[in-house]
């Protein structure tokens, strides 16, 4: 089994940065991609940003110059570092662990991320 739990989200004015983690446990054999995904209420759940056990990144359009990803492979860890928030970003963040195996994804329990204007 293997757990998925993220952390980092609260409230902050527009303009603003916040920092998720992401921390992958468990019976975790091999990693392959790491993603954050966002849902906000009445919208469908949306790929913010990903990255792959190489190194490769992948961003949303609307994030792209504001939002960074990173891993600690050691750690079975990912980041999102979000500057320059704006109200548009409100959301429940959501960490997505994709297995090499078969591709079995994990996801958290998600984590509120609200900007006020």
């Known amino acids: 089994q293997v757990q998925v739990v993220e952390s980092g989200g609260g409230l902050v004015q527009a303009g603003g940065s916040l920092r998720l983690s992401c921390a992958a446990s468990g019976n975790i054999f091999s990693i392959n991609a790491m993603g954050w995904y966002r849902q906000a209420p009445g919208k469908q759940r949306e790929l913010v940003a990903a990255?792959?056990?190489?190194?490769?990144?992948n961003y949303a359009d609307s994030v792209k110059g504001r939002f960074t990803i990173s891993r600690d492979n050691a750690k079975n860890t990912v980041y999102l570092q979000m500057n320059s928030l704006k109200p548009e970003d409100t959301a429940v963040y959501y960490c997505?662990?994709?297995?090499?195996?078969?591709?079995?994804?994990?996801w958290g329990q998600g984590t509120q991320v609200t900007v006020s204007s």
């Open positions: 997505k662990v994709t297995m090499r195996v078969a591709g079995v994804a994990y």
């Open positions: 990255i792959t056990g190489g190194g490769s990144t």
